[in-house]
């Protein structure tokens, strides 16, 4: 029998900026139900790719000397990067620029042209290019700026083709109304709703303003809207129109999940297109909150976009992952911040998951020399425990299938913390001071194994490197994603007395003071170098203000009470000057004495530590060392250096 399918989603990206845990978010949420679905016997397809065309994309490569091609194809290689970092699974990843997909978005127009649904008119509004959109005179904030980013929109008249989206305004709601989990979550359906019942206006569906996009077929002047052609990517990459296409069966997609923001395109563009095409609505389509980052919105102006490689550089994969989708619920919007990622870290996943494992088997390492140990004495509390494990599996699933993360998470906590309190009760350790209690010692060890063995599988979708270390350690080498989850909800399948694996704690304990400190230098350093790279241009006059000599050191010694300072006096041919330099962590005085070394001369004198210094010594930084700039001995002390 064939498996059923289920087809998943995440939007596709702008290549016009970098990926941030924004985006980090919809993928890692598309990749836990993914990878749950396929434990649970499903022929899953999980689509993600990026949005590729379109005026910003055009004049972000403007910018750049690119062409918008090669912008977007480093870009997408940043995503491509990230997502095998981020431990993503997707069965595809598709571009706007493929040619299959400028094929499938081009026969998209055709047939909505021939089924009467396009006609070609003349559009004049308020143009915002940073949105991308048009408004109304009424919509505009303070004079004619965007209402959505608040910046300033031109006046616009261009030929354009129309969609005739207000046709399928009444089919639209009755879909809706009809299919209570087609919008999701049911708050977020009732704005759509009224929006809608607001009137649907038709829709501009190409322009000829710029050129960066798909054609429109035999008007070659005109390219598709961004939009049409972006949405189409979730048929396209099944290659909907080729009735030989085998991923074909995909469709509908059980889930398509975006950020609020867009949820307007995919629950009234997108179902509106459908119905014109003749091709069945997507099951359901879910709209997530956005971060902020401690307190603030993310944007490129403000330079505080978290970069997903760096936290997981510095935190680990799972620990991210499991954040993003235990902090806030799925839906709702939520802030992320350093003090927040490393409470988590330390409370649940090192203290409760951690410490489960580590002290479980440390204790059947003790006890019995490594070996798993056999379930030989039942009690009630062993058989109390199972039906917990029955229970959190059959709310983890419930939760998953609503995509509720943080809630499936807070079970399988619950589970942990059962365990946890199911060692304190049984109290091993005093069942282990007398012989006679060996049976019951083993039972209650082998209960412990058994639902940490439980316990990987559960959080195998969020935590997959975890998950199959944990497996690793209980020494279990059975694939994780079987074709039956009725199969893996089986308990007491350990084997006694096979070995266990090597036993390593999953996750350290962090220092939230020392992280936080280093963020924050990490940061200021980043911040100094920016400036740095900013430095204009300058010309050779300028440049020549500047008065840089060689000069040869004759004495140094360490400024009493400093640590990083040093009083040199120095040759600069015509005279002698007293410089103090901060190098004294880099070089003992003795070290300095007789090296000829680059002066600026004409620095303005300056008091260090009460101390007068008449110039300064140039040194490049190495790290956290500083190493001066050395002449060879030929240079006489006074050469000016330009
Ligand atoms: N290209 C369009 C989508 C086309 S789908 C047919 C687009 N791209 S985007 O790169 O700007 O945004 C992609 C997704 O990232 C959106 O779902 C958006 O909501 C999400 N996020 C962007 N910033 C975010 C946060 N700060 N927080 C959470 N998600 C955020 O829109």
Redesign the pocket.
């Known amino acids: 029998m064939s498996k059923p399918t289920f087809y998943v989603t995440t ?4 290549v016009n ?1 970098v990926p ?4 980090a ?2 993928t890692v949420a598309c990749d836990v139900i993914s990878r749950y679905k396929r434990m649970s016997g499903y022929d899953v397809f999980f689509l993600t790719g990026t ?1 590729e065309h379109g005026q910003k994309i055009e004049q972000a490569a403007q910018q750049k000397k690119l062409s918008p091609k090669e912008l977007a194809d480093s870009v997408v290689q940043r995503y491509k990067n990230l997502w095998k970092k981020l431990n993503i699974s997707n069965n595809h990843f598709i571009r706007t620029t493929d040619e299959s997909h400028k094929k499938t978005v081009q026969e998209a127009f055709k047939k909505m042209q021939e089924n009467g649904d396009i006609y070609l008119d003349e559009y004049e509004g308020w143009y915002c290019t940073p949105c991308e959109t048009y408004w109304t005179e009424t919509q505009l904030l303070d004079g004619n700026c965007c209402p959505s980013c608040r910046r300033e929109t031109t006046k616009l008249k261009e030929p354009s083709y129309f969609f005739n989206m207000s046709k399928y305004q009444d089919k639209l709601l009755k879909h809706i109304e009809e299919n209570p989990d087609f919008i999701k979550p049911a708050s977020r359906r009732n704005e759509i709703v009224a929006f809608i019942k607001e009137g649907l206006r038709n829709l501009s569906v190409s322009r000829v303003s710029f050129k960066w996009g798909i054609p429109v077929p035999r008007d070659e002047k005109h390219v598709i809207y961004v ?1 049409i052609d ?2 189409t ?2 048929i396209s990459a099944l290659d909907y129109f080729d009735s030989n296409s085998d991923k074909r069966k995909y469709w509908p997609a059980d889930f398509h999940v ?5 949820l307007r ?2 629950t009234v563009y997108w179902p509106t297109m459908l119905m014109s095409l003749g091709v069945p609505l997507p099951k359901t389509v879910f709209a ?5 980052v401690e307190g603030q ?2 944007s490129k102006s403000l330079g505080n976009a978290i970069d997903p490689n760096w936290l997981i550089e510095k935190f680990g994969v799972d620990p991210i992952r499991y954040f993003l989708l235990r902090e806030v619920p799925f839906g709702l919007d939520g802030d992320f911040s350093f003090k927040a990622l490393i409470h988590r870290i330390n409370s649940d996943l090192a203290n409760d998951l951690g410490n489960l494992l580590n002290r479980t088997l440390g204790m059947v390492k003790r006890y019995f020399n490594g070996q798993i140990p056999d379930y030989k004495m039942e009690d009630e509390i062993d058989i109390e425990l199972f039906k917990k494990i029955e229970e959190t599996f059959n709310s983890v699933e419930a939760h998953l299938n609503e995509l509720a993360f943080n809630k499936a998470l807070i079970s399988i906590w619950e589970l942990v913390g059962a365990l946890n309190k199911y060692i304190d009760t049984t109290a091993p350790w005093a069942l282990a001071k007398d012989k006679e209690n060996r049976n019951r010692l083993e039972t209650v060890l082998y209960t412990a194994m058994d639902g940490i063995r439980i316990l990987s599988l559960l959080i195998y979708p969020f935590m997959p490197d975890t998950a199959l270390e944990i497996r690793k350690q209980l020494n279990i080498d059975e694939p994780v994603e079987k074709s039956n989850f009725d199969e893996l909800k089986k308990v007491k399948l350990l084997k006694p007395g096979k070995s266990i694996g090597e036993v390593t704690p999953i996750f350290p304990r962090l220092d939230e003071k020392e992280i936080i400190e280093n963020i924050k230098n990490e940061n200021k350093k980043e911040e100094n170098q920016k400036q740095e790279s900013k430095v204009e241009q300058i010309d050779y006059n300028h440049f020549m203000t500047v008065q840089i000599k060689a000069g040869k050191i004759l004495e140094a010694e360490n400024v009493p009470k400093s640590e990083k300072l040093l009083k040199l006096k120095i040759d600069l041919g015509d005279e002698k000057r007293q410089i103090v330099a901060g190098i004294a962590k880099s070089y003992s005085p003795g070290e300095l004495v007789g090296k000829t070394v680059a002066v600026v001369a004409n620095l303005k004198p300056a008091k260090l530590m009460g101390i007068l210094s008449e110039g300064m010594v140039l040194a490049a930084t190495v790290g956290d060392r500083h190493r001066v700039l050395e002449l060879p001995d030929e240079v006489m002390p006074g050469t000016i250096i330009k």
Do not use: E, Q, R, S
């Open positions: 939007p596709i990206y702008y900026d941030h845990i924004g985006h978010y919809t949005d939009w972006a949405l990517n979730y975006v950020g609020k923001d867009i395109f995919h997530h909150g956005w971060w902020t919105k993310m």
